[in-house]
């Protein structure tokens, strides 16, 4: 059984910065993309920023030059640097990861997701 356990977020002023850090745990052989989704009331969950375990990292246009996300694989971590928040960030953040469990099976997993507001 494979585990996200997110830590972080809460609530800000707008300007502000908070810091996401997400755990992978469990029956772990590989995990390919790591990163982080929100969703905000009313709307569809978005891609936030992804990092692939070739090292490569994207970012959703509306976070870019804000956000800041690293991996660690040895350590099965992954984090988001949120600087300069906007309210327009306000969302429930999710960790997400494709994990390969056993060979040739992969499976998406998602983090129970934790809440950042920002205020204007």
């Known amino acids: 059984q494979v585990q996200l356990v997110e830590s972080g977020g809460g609530l800000v002023q707008a300007g502000g910065s908070l810091r996401l850090s997400c755990v992978a745990s469990?029956?772990?052989?590989?995990?390919?993309?790591m990163g982080w989704y929100r969703q905000a009331p009313g709307k569809q969950r978005e891609l936030v920023a992804v990092f692939t375990n070739s090292g490569s990292t994207n970012y959703a246009d509306s976070v870019k030059g804000r956000f800041t996300g690293s991996r660690d694989n040895a350590k099965n971590t992954v984090s988001l640097q949120m600087n300069s928040l906007k309210p327009e960030d306000t969302a429930v953040y999710y960790c997400?990861?494709?994990?390969?469990?056993?060979?040739?099976?992969?499976?998406?997993?998602w983090g129970q997701g934790t809440q950042v507001t920002v205020s204007s």
């Open positions: 997400n990861a494709v994990i390969m469990t056993d060979f040739g099976v992969f499976t998406t997993y």
């Open positions: 469990g029956r772990i052989l590989r995990i390919n993309a």
